[in-house]
């Protein structure tokens, strides 16, 4: 295998819902194409989050969405080159999704390797990337199963409160499970804390729990994306918040967490290589 052309896959999870899934997945997959990286971010939601709000905001009416790839897979049908990718302005690719992907998850039950079939309808891109970022379902259903078989590792943005940071157990028990049973290469990128207010006693508190309880075992990565009206605003736009503000907290945010991930990967990658030799 030539690791210096397969891309990074990275699952961006956590089952509860808003806890910036989509906007780290968008804002990731876009500082990281600014660094000259060859991106493509998967919408792999039913809501399709992700796909509106880079600017499609009408998913159901796309040609070709993730569930059509899929479906190709368990019908063994071949998927042609480039098939399903859209271009973003700025310079990211992505594969959309549609309200049919929640069929497709019911299609899955009953299927053969059902839990690697997004892994497979991945397969022929790989090889065109240096990243592709996963943005996960709010649930721990058997999308989000597919998503961490088909990946190499799990992002998990955690919103800074604390009912939010006692589900990740549950998130945490079920990336060991699909580790053993399903994908033994599966690791954790890190722990990304979100909407986070330093200036609060509260927010420092819950960054300091988070820390202290996960930090020994887990990667928490040094720089949180603060809560951020201007953040928010971005996906009515199409626009990552690079475009929409480019000097403002949360970009500046965005752009650490962009080179942190580049570090672990690049570290990783030569690990790997010093394996091989």
Partial sequence: MNLAQKATVIAITNQKGGTGKTTTCENLGIGLAMEGKKVCVVDVDPQSSLTISMGWPRPDELDVTLSDLMKKVLEDKPIQPGEGILHHAEGVDLIPSSIELAGMEVSLVNAMSREKVLKQALDGVKRSYDFILLDCTPSLGM???NALAAADSALIPVQAQYLPAKGLEQLLQTINRVRRQINPRLRIEGILMTMTDSR????????????????????????GIPRSVRAAETSAE??????????????????????EVMHNSEKRRKHQLDQLR
């Fill in 238 to 259: 199409g626009k990552s918040i690079f475009a929409h503000d480019p000097k403002g907290k949360v970009a500046e945010a965005y752009r650490a967490l962009t080179k």
């Fill in 200 to 223: 609060t006693n509260y927010g420092k508190e819950i960054d300091t729990l988070i820390r202290q309880a996960y930090g020994g075992k887990i990667k928490v990565f040094e720089q």
């Fill in 143 to 145: 999308l989000t199963i």
